[in-house]
């Protein structure tokens, strides 16, 4: 089983600011198979990026992500107060699929 | 545009049997250019995947080797959804419970895009 560990557990930032979430792999995920997730609390996961850098429908640009291998990070450029929420990473590489523990931004 | 609507009991007892249904709306069970997935979420295991089905010419279903013997997964065609169902519960399978679509449609998949609201299911007597 393909272990995710995110970092840092928690972000305080403010308003504006930017954000640099880590997702580690404990063997390598193709690029194509890492996808990242917000979730706002009482909500399901919402799907920001697939294949570790294309945005999915509807989302902004200020959402980035990027990596390869072992080794992926999104970036949120400038902080909205919607973008307060939880963040997973995801690989379906391989089963099982399996998510990250989770990176909680909050408001500094 | 495709929806989930989930349905179930939120509370079941120790040792039955927790089922579950996703209805599927915007798209169809049958479609070779998904799969359909459940997932749990809960404080102590986080998100953790449980199974898939789908049809690529037939019918496959794959398991969580950490549920597997104990999970179910169906589709029905009839209705337009799919079910879970887990024997033997107790307290550990207390958790959020969400199905999701997984778009394959451009010949790769593009992650879960689709969610069900979730059901929020409680294991006690």
């Known amino acids: 089983e393909i272990v995710l560990t995110q970092s840092p557990g928690t972000l305080s930032l403010s308003p504006g600011g930017r954000a640099t979430l880590s997702c580690r792999a404990s063997q390598t995920v193709p690029s194509t198979d890492l996808a990242w997730y917000q979730q706002k609390p009482g909500q399901a996961p919402r799907l920001l990026i697939h294949?570790?850098?294309i945005r999915a429908t509807g989302i902004p640009d200020r959402f980035s992500g990027i990596g390869s291998r072992t080794d992926f990070t999104l970036t949120i450029s400038r902080l909205e107060p919607e973008d307060f929420a939880v963040y997973y990473c995801?690989?379906?590489?391989?089963?099982?699929?399996?998510f990250g523990q989770g990176t909680k931004i909050e408001i500094q | 545009q495709v929806r989930l609507q989930q349905s179930g009991p939120g509370l079941v007892k120790p040792s039955q049997t927790l089922s579950l249904t996703c209805a599927i709306s915007g798209d169809s069970v049958s479609s070779s250019g998904v799969t359909w997935n459940w997932i749990r979420q809960s404080p102590s295991r986080g998100l953790e995947w449980l199974g898939r089905?789908?049809?690529?010419?037939?019918?496959?279903?794959d398991y969580a080797e950490s549920v597997k013997g104990r999970v179910t997964i169906n589709p029905d065609t009839s209705k337009n959804q799919i079910s879970l169902q887990m024997d033997s519960v107790t307290p550990e399978d207390t958790a959020m419970y969400f199905c999701?679509?997984?778009?394959?449609?451009?010949?790769?998949?593009?992650?879960?895009?689709?969610w069900g609201q979730g059901t929020m299911v409680t294991v006690s007597s």
């Open positions: 294949s570790a850098s």
């Open positions: 089905t789908y049809y690529r010419s037939k019918l496959y279903t």
């Open positions: 995801q690989q379906y590489c391989c089963s099982p699929r399996t």
């Open positions: 999701a679509r997984d778009d394959y449609s451009r010949g790769y998949s593009a992650g879960f895009d689709v």
